[in-house]
């Protein structure tokens, strides 16, 4: 679809109502703790010419989440002003990708973790030519997933494994060699019910 359509399509998805999401969605039987969550941001990043999401394969030599796939982000560092700023800077560091050809759209709701953060999802257009530089101490690939693939509804599963003694389900969303799942498919799921 052309560019404005595009544009149209995500803005019209950051529209609609729809509440916060969490790790703990899917397992009604987890009482969700009470506790200060760290301020945190995702950059939820799309190729506006080729419509593919970028997302990274984490480290494997990371203490947490290795080998995890992710969106480029972090944790809102007092240097940040905003969350949107936390996750242009963590985008810049992880994968290389300049902030002025970032078009920020908006934010989704927050998203709870079981780790203890409240991830921000910031939507995004990235214009122009862009080759992405992994960090090697973070990132180990950088891929590109079709929008269209994610926008899917019935393309995620929900799936579960035993965790602190007991089974906890988590949505993924497969894409060939990738295996999309935990927050960062709950996020993309989110994203999906709103654009569909």
């Known amino acids: 679809m052309p560019v404005p359509d595009l544009r149209q399509k995500l803005q019209d998805a950051l ?7 969490s790790d703990f ?10 506790r200060d969550l760290t301020p945190a941001a995702v950059l939820i990043g799309i190729r506006a010419e080729s419509e593919t999401v970028i997302l990274t394969k984490r480290s494997a030599r990371l203490k947490h989440h290795p080998g995890q796939i992710a969106f480029p982000g972090g944790k809102q560092d007092p240097t940040d002003p905003t969350l949107v700023d936390a996750a242009l800077r ?3 560091e992880e994968i290389g990708l300049p902030s002025d050809i970032v078009d920020v759209l908006g934010t989704l ?12 999802p910031v939507l995004a257009l990235i214009n122009g030519h ?21 926008l899917k509804p019935a393309n995620f599963l929900i799936e579960g494994r035993r965790w602190q003694g007991r089974k906890r389900l988590y949505y993924t969303v497969p894409f060939g060699p990738y295996y999309i799942w935990g927050a960062t ?4 799921r989110a994203l999906a019910e709103r654009a569909s």
């Open 109 to 120: 709701p927050p998203h709870q973790t079981v780790t203890g953060y409240q991830v921000t």
């Open 185 to 188: 498919a709950r996020i993309l």
């Open 130 to 150: 862009y080759d992405p530089v992994p960090e090697a101490g973070e990132v180990s690939e950088v891929f590109e997933v079709p929008l269209a693939h994610l």
């Open 90 to 92: 963590e985008a810049r």
């Open 25 to 34: 969605d899917l397992n009604a039987d987890v009482k969700v703790p009470v």
């Open 15 to 21: 529209i609609q109502t729809g509440g916060a999401s």
